[in-house]
């Protein structure tokens, strides 16, 4: 970093950030520094379009600089980018039948023997949940999960496999639906905080704010929630990112107010 930039960030005082356009005004400065400077940024549509939009303006009216950038087909996004080569990159059936495969090798032990004991099953929940999912991977990982849960009957499994949606919409409400009366209370507050966190949650932020309440003076490590509970209790809604950031499976899942529908029904 030179020099000019370390003294901008100096200036801050402990615990005030910089902010946005001070952050840009350095990132100019970087990269005035260097002959060429390449950009990739992924999950574009992930971004608060409050950032990503004037991020992609400065960086695009910059010179010397390649962008390399990662989104769903969104007609903002779109707008924003200058005309340059695009790539469409879709899921294929084998890339979806991989997936669907690996997820069916990890599967739970009562999961796996239902399959054991019936071969054809195999082969049909791959074929079923590839054509329901139509290339999109979080459906066939939110399908799985749901399909995971029928460990009673083959016939069940196979009704359930049938009437998986081919939405995201509703399978957001099928999935919210799964969560049972006993979690509900712990999955409302693990959405709470996320929904109104001001910043990314660590998994670790999350497991001490659930534990903070009236009265508590100290935190005893053994009492926070393990990881594994949280992200069970969500049915697969809430997910780690990379290593300890936690937060919605996707984007639309925090956008479609699914959340905040299913907090107000409990607590409302």
Known sequence: MTRSSLESLRKHKVGN????????????????????????I????????????????YLQALSRISLLATSRDTGEVALELQPGQRLDIMANEGDMR????????GSTARFKRLLDANTDLHEEIITGITKKADGMFLLAYLHMNSLETKVGR????????????????TTYDDTLERISDDDQPLAYQVFSWLIHAVRPMTMRD???????????????????YDEATLTSICVGLVILRGDTTAGFGSKEMFDSNKVVGFVRKLFI
């Open 17 to 40: 950030r910089p902010t946005f356009n001070e952050l840009l005004d350095m990132l100019k400065v970087e990269v005035e520094t260097y002959s060429r400077v390449i950009f990739v």
């Open 42 to 57: 992924d999950a574009l549509d992930e971004i608060d379009v409050q950032i990503w939009a004037p991020l992609l303006g």
């Open 98 to 105: 991989r997936y669907i495969e690996r997820r069916l090798l």
């Open 154 to 169: 083959v016939a069940d499994l196979r009704l359930a496999l049938a009437k998986l949606p081919e939405s995201l919409e």
């Open 206 to 224: 999350l497991q001490y704010a659930l534990v903070v309440g009236d009265g508590v003076t100290a935190i005893d490590a053994r009492d926070l």
